[in-house]
Structure formats: C-alpha cells, structure tokens
C-alpha cells in the first residue's frame, strides 16, 4: 500500500502538469484552480497516510524500496526507476506537498489576473513533481534527474515573465547556478 501511494503522490503533479500543459485553449480558471491546487492537495492527503501508516510499524520495518521497472541492465550496473519511503522521504514528501498546496492555493488569487495562469500553475505542479522525485529516488541516477528537473522547474518559474529583461536576467543566472550545482554533485557522486 505504502509503495502503491508514494508513485500515486509523485504522478500526481506530474498528471496536473501534463493536463495543464495539453489542455487544448485556455481552460477555465475554476478548472485550472482545481487541477492546478488540487493535485497537490490529494498528494499532501495521500502522504498523511503513507505517514500514519509507516508509524504503525516497527522502527527496522519503516523503510521501502519500491521498483516501478528496471530501466538499465548492464554488467554490474542495474538503474533502476525506484522510490525509497522511509521516514525522512515521507517527512520530505509531507513539506513538499503541504507547504506546495499551501502556495499554490495562494497563488491562485494572488495570480488571479495574470495572463498565463494555466502555464503559472501546469510550473508549480512541474516543479512539485522535481521536488518529490528528487527526495524519494532510490538511487543517485534519479536523484540527479530529480536534481536537474528542479533547476529546469526554478529557471521556467523565475522566468515566468518572460517580457520583463530582470526576470529573464534572473532566470538566467539561476540556471547557471544550476548548472554549477549539477556538476558539482555529479562529481560528488563519482
């Protein structure tokens, strides 16, 4: 069960994004409040009981691998698409998606006439989805995915107004501080 709703909690902005993203037009803004607050706030739900149910187990039986597939096979090197839960993934996963929820419900009046608000919050939901692979991956493979798809999520919602030259500046330099950070984890990494 607990694997079950810790792949559920992180498809679940990954969904709100793709939905967002693909919907044909500009949907409504009601529609777009629900996906867009929504996702995250069943995925916060969803982590309140993966949270009480890993409490209700012994302390040596709280922590879970989880494989969705087996992504490289190679002599000596098995990557794979794998979460780990365990305490400090949930309590992770408990920040991201309630202090998530708790910014996204606020952006979407504080956004409320703004031109792009499908596009503001198709980023939030992308970003949220980085956040939870980045601290649930099993290895340090989707860790650095995770890792970078933050930096991609940061540079696409500082750069949200794009036709303001200091967004666009602020964007840059925040995807070269990125950048740099990559390179110096992966070197970490080896």
Do not use: Q
Not at 11 to 31: A, I, N, T, Y
Not at 150 to 161: C, D, K, M, N, R
């Amino acid at each position: 069960m607990i694997a079950t709703l810790a792949w559920i909690v992180l498809g679940l902005p990954l969904l709100g994004c793709v939905v967002l993203s693909l919907w044909p037009g500009e949907p409504d803004r009601r529609l777009t409040r629900l996906v867009g607050v929504g996702m995250p706030a069943v995925g916060f739900a969803l982590t309140l009981v993966v949270f009480v149910t890993l409490l209700g187990r012994d302390s040596e039986d709280r922590a879970e691998v989880t494989t969705l597939w087996g992504w490289v096979r190679s002599a000596g090197l098995d990557i794979d698409l794998a979460l780990l839960v365990d305490p400090l993934s949930v309590l992770m996963m408990l920040i991201i998606t309630g202090v998530g929820s708790l910014i996204v419900l606020y952006s979407a009046e504080y956004m409320e006439h703004d031109r792009d608000y499908r596009r503001f919050f198709a980023e939030m939901n992308f970003f949220l989805f980085a956040m939870l692979l980045l601290v649930e991956a099993a290895n340090f493979f989707f860790l650095t995915v995770g890792w970078g798809l933050v930096g991609l999520a940061s540079y696409l919602l500082i750069g949200f107004w794009h036709e303001r030259p200091e967004a666009v500046a602020a964007a840059k330099k925040a995807f070269v501080m990125n950048a740099f950070g990559d390179a110096t984890m992966a070197l970490a990494f080896f």
